[in-house]
Nanobody, 127 residues
């Protein structure tokens, strides 16, 4: 499995960015895919995840109402639309996949459960 994350950048507070994660090499239909982030000096955390089977979605409390995860199955790509960005959203963002039949219905969005990771893309929110 290969994951390629892109779309990071520098944006002013209140601005928007859209991250993309292109996935390839899946051999199973049972997985969940999501976005994670790690700020300097902090642990990696789950931002938003979506299950492969029925599109069940999880959001971190800190991003609910501002971020939206979506997927384009034809392009094997998952997106994270980030609106109303705040300085505390500054972090390196990763996409990742957890593979199991259970997670394909009930994503954990737990960094410890992910099996495959993308490289990071830096998001900086600053004036």
């Amino acid at each position: 499995v290969q994951l390629q994350a892109s779309g990071g950048g520098l944006v002013q507070p209140g601005g928007s960015l859209r991250l993309s994660c292109a996935a390839s090499g899946f051999t199973s239909d049972y997985y969940a895919i999501g976005w994670f982030r790690q700020a300097p000096g902090k642990e990696r955390e789950g931002v938003s995840c979506i299950s492969s089977s029925d599109g069940r979605i999880l959001y971190a409390h800190s991003v609910k109402g501002r971020f939206t995860i979506s997927r384009d199955n034809a392009k094997n790509t998952v997106y994270l639309q980030m609106n109303s960005l705040k300085p505390e959203d500054t972090a390196v963002y990763y996409c990742a996949v957890e593979t199991s039949k259970y997670y394909s219905k009930y994503p954990s969005c737990d960094p410890q459960s992910q099996n495959f990771w993308s490289q990071g893309t830096q998001v900086t929110v600053s004036s």
